[in-house]
């Protein structure tokens, strides 16, 4: 699996390239100090100052670095497929082996750090259904009451949980067009994005 980088991920990486191995080097610990704990503005500034640039440009590399780091370690990208990522970066043979080795010592400590900032809700585990419907009572002797009975099983750090729900159709078709609506926006750029950044 490649990695596909949005253009202004690119753009952020390419500042890379300007600069000498060494600094790249620098680069590197610093982008593993922020997936460790955080930004550190000063450490920005102290290397702009060196490398007589912005201090924003020092941020996007380092940022642009990490976060090309976190989806590698995420998705467990292979050896190869981690230099086939970055190759439409354009970066020297030193840089991509220098990235590469960056990447194999540190995703393991990657995926752990991604694992514990990750939040662990219940999640799915099955549902069973029925539809009961009510044709007569003794009062009303024509009647058509449908309702959905749904036992919704749920998982927890491996505890099992059941909840047990109940609805009529009107609703139940309301709810769907609600999650439909979600799941529509969540393909949205916009939504994208914000995913992107929270994991």
Known sequence: MLL???????????????????????????AMEFIRSGPNPKLYQSAAQKLSVA?????NGVEGLMFLLTEAARYMISEIDFQDSIMTLGF??????????LYLDNRTEIRTILSEMSMDLPHYHNLEWRMEVTVASRTLR???????????????SGEKDVQVLQTDPV???????????????????????IVRNIK
């Open 4 to 30: 596909v980088l949005a253009d202004e991920h690119k753009e952020h990486l390419g500042f890379l390239n300007e600069v000498d191995v060494e600094v790249v080097r620098e680069f590197c610990r610093i």
């Open 55 to 59: 201090s924003e440009t020092v941020q």
């Open 92 to 101: 020297s043979e030193d840089l991509r082996s220098l990235l590469l080795q």
């Open 142 to 156: 024509h009647q058509v009451t449908p309702r959905l009975m749904m036992k919704l099983h749920t998982q927890d």
């Open 171 to 193: 609703n139940l078709l309301h709810m769907t067009r609600v999650l439909e609506g979600a799941l529509v926006e969540m393909k949205s750029t916009h939504c994208r994005r």
